[in-house]
């Protein structure tokens, strides 16, 4: 399998360093990308190096998932407009040890294969080199000129907020990475996203200059909205890919509520769909858009790879129920254990009877206080929009109260939230 063909096809490949190609058509490769454990889990925004590396893999080829535990102690100007915080050494290795239980969820570890994946730590190598051994034996390698070339440093550098000594160095230490896996694991690939070029490059720059090797690349286009905007962020936040922060429903949702523009190019990026498929997918579509056929194939792949198929299952069904235009009925006719089983994930939100029955609030207040809507302010204006509904039933009158009889068999409230958003208010 032609490795870079597939990735072309699919939009996947942004820079690429003359001779990758043939590298991977002449020989098994070891290739790597890194991942920063800025957090305990990834986001959506970490899936598409994810799937670089499974493309890698499922190619043939030998796939290394590097974590950052000396890296995150440093921070990447990349992309960066100022210096973020460092994190102390147990909130990193409690994100490292959060983000090595993901990957391993998505690759082939198997030790008799021989392509079988791998986990690494920068920290391991770093731990014990001393600051002296560093500039000796790697900074000599490498220019100023070199170094303040690069995109990263040069805005930086313009900028107001300048660069420390400390983001200065970071592409010599992630250009060590790459050396230290070329002469340890024969590692001679590194991907990552295109504004980790210049990091890249310094990487393949000291492979050569070291230790006379060759070293090649590739990078792939940040993901970005058709409109522009970021991509990755819904109305809560990051989408995450710990079930914990963000259920497999909302994740589910956050692929059913993309547009056309973006699901067209995120069916061929974010799924394992050949060609062919996509085109498939793509012609039953147009004409058809009010089905939403495209979206809800790419949401199905999506969380089916990310959750596995069960969560997907309940997922759909979830979806199914609460876009249903016998919602309600359905709801009345099941138990309180099956009710809860089939809207796992849907966000939910305790009232207590007592508070519900001693205050009586009115619609304004109880959208606040649930912390459906940030404010009363946020509350008035998106009910005196017609954006408000109790249990599939608009709600037009601020002043209405609520209380127990709104609640189906007094337990359940459904409110929606404009077109797509659905909350589960729960009595205790």
């Given at each position: 399998?032609?490795?870079?063909?597939?990735?072309?096809?699919?939009?996947?490949?942004?820079?690429?360093?003359?001779?990758?190609?043939?590298q991977?058509?002449?020989?098994?490769?070891?290739?790597?990308?890194?991942?920063?454990?800025?957090?305990?889990?990834?986001?959506?925004?970490?899936?598409?190096?994810?799937?670089?590396?499974?493309h890698?893999?499922?190619?043939?080829?030998?796939?290394?998932?590097?974590v950052?535990?000396?890296?995150?102690?440093?921070?990447?100007?990349?992309?960066?407009?100022?210096?973020?915080?460092?994190?102390?050494?147990?909130?990193?290795?409690?994100?490292?040890?959060?983000?090595?239980?993901?990957?391993?969820?998505?690759?082939?570890?198997?030790p008799?294969?021989?392509?079988?994946?791998?986990?690494?730590?920068?920290?391991?190598?770093?731990?014990?080199?001393?600051?002296?051994?560093?500039?000796?034996?790697?900074g000599?390698?490498?220019?100023?000129?070199?170094?303040?070339?690069?995109d990263?440093v040069?805005?930086?550098?313009?900028?107001?907020?300048?660069?420390?000594?400390?983001?200065?160095t970071?592409?010599?230490?992630?250009?060590?990475?790459?050396?230290?896996?070329?002469?340890?694991?024969?590692?001679?690939?590194?991907?990552?996203?295109?504004?980790?070029?210049?990091?890249?490059?310094?990487?393949?720059?000291?492979?050569?200059?070291?230790?006379?090797?060759?070293?090649?690349?590739?990078?792939?286009?940040?993901?970005?909205?058709?409109?522009?905007?970021?991509?990755?962020?819904?109305?809560?936040?990051?989408?995450?890919?710990?079930?914990?922060?963000?259920?497999?429903?909302?994740?589910?949702?956050?692929?059913?509520?993309?547009?056309?523009?973006?699901?067209?190019?995120?069916?061929?990026?974010?799924?394992?769909?050949?060609?062919?498929?996509?085109?498939?997918?793509?012609?039953?579509?147009?004409?058809?858009?009010?089905?939403?056929?495209?979206?809800?194939?790419?949401?199905?792949?999506?969380?089916?790879?990310?959750?596995?198929?069960?969560?997907l299952?309940?997922?759909?069904?979830?979806t199914?129920?609460?876009?249903?235009?016998?919602?309600?009925q359905?709801?009345?006719?099941?138990?309180?254990?099956?009710?809860?089983?089939?809207?796992?994930?849907?966000?939910?939100?305790?009232?207590?009877?007592?508070?519900?029955?001693?205050?009586?609030?009115?619609?304004?207040?109880?959208?606040?206080?649930?912390?459906?809507?940030?404010?009363?302010?946020?509350?008035?204006?998106?009910?005196?929009?017609?954006?408000?509904?109790?249990?599939?039933?608009?709600?037009?009158?601020?002043?209405?109260?609520?209380?127990?009889?709104?609640?189906?068999?007094?337990?359940?409230?459904?409110?929606?939230?404009?077109?797509?958003n659905?909350?589960?208010?729960?009595?205790?």
């Amino acid at each position: 399998m032609n490795l870079i063909e597939e990735l072309r096809w699919r939009g996947m490949i942004q820079d690429i360093m003359p001779g990758t190609e043939e590298q991977l058509l002449k020989e098994m490769t070891t290739g790597y990308i890194g991942f920063d454990p800025t957090a305990d889990s990834l986001h959506i925004g970490s899936l598409v190096p994810i799937l670089l590396l499974v493309h890698l893999q499922k190619a043939g080829h030998k796939p290394v998932a590097l974590v950052g535990g000396a890296t995150g102690m440093v921070g990447d100007p990349s992309g960066k407009s100022e210096e973020r915080n460092l994190l102390s050494e147990d909130i990193l290795q409690r994100n490292v040890a959060g983000v090595k239980k993901q990957l391993e969820q998505y690759l082939d570890f198997e030790p008799s294969k021989p392509n079988a994946a791998e986990m690494a730590n920068n920290y391991d190598w770093f731990r014990d080199f001393s600051f002296l051994d560093f500039i000796r034996d790697v900074g000599k390698h490498i220019t100023v000129n070199y170094m303040m070339a690069k995109d990263s440093v040069r805005k930086r550098l313009e900028g107001e907020t300048g660069m420390s000594f400390t983001e200065f160095t970071y592409q010599l230490v992630q250009g060590y990475d790459f050396y230290y896996l070329y002469s340890n694991k024969n590692c001679k690939l590194q991907m990552g996203g295109s504004d980790q070029w210049g990091n890249i490059v310094t990487g393949t720059e000291l492979v050569r200059r070291k230790a006379g090797g060759e070293a090649f690349a590739f990078t792939c286009p940040l993901i970005t909205k058709a409109d522009g905007s970021k991509f990755g962020k819904s109305e809560k936040g990051n989408v995450w890919l710990d079930p914990a922060k963000t259920s497999p429903y909302e994740f589910y949702q956050f692929w059913l509520n993309t547009t056309d523009a973006d699901a067209a190019r995120y069916t061929k990026i974010f799924t394992f769909l050949t060609q062919q498929e996509v085109d498939d997918v793509l012609g039953a579509h147009s004409g058809n858009e009010h089905q939403r056929g495209l979206q809800k194939r790419l949401a199905e792949e999506v969380t089916a790879f990310v959750h596995g198929k069960e969560n997907l299952e309940k997922a759909v069904r979830a979806t199914e129920l609460l876009f249903s235009k016998d919602t309600m009925q359905i709801i009345a006719s099941l138990s309180a254990k099956e009710l809860d089983a089939t809207l796992t994930g849907v966000p939910a939100v305790e009232v207590s009877k007592e508070h519900l029955t001693t205050t009586n609030p009115d619609v304004v207040t109880f959208l606040a206080e649930t912390g459906i809507l940030p404010s009363k302010g946020e509350a008035k204006k998106m009910i005196q929009g017609g954006g408000i509904s109790f249990n599939k039933q608009k709600v037009t009158d601020l002043s209405k109260k609520v209380d127990l009889s709104q609640f189906i068999n007094e337990k359940y409230l459904f409110v929606q939230k404009g077109k797509t958003n659905y909350y589960l208010v729960k009595v205790s």
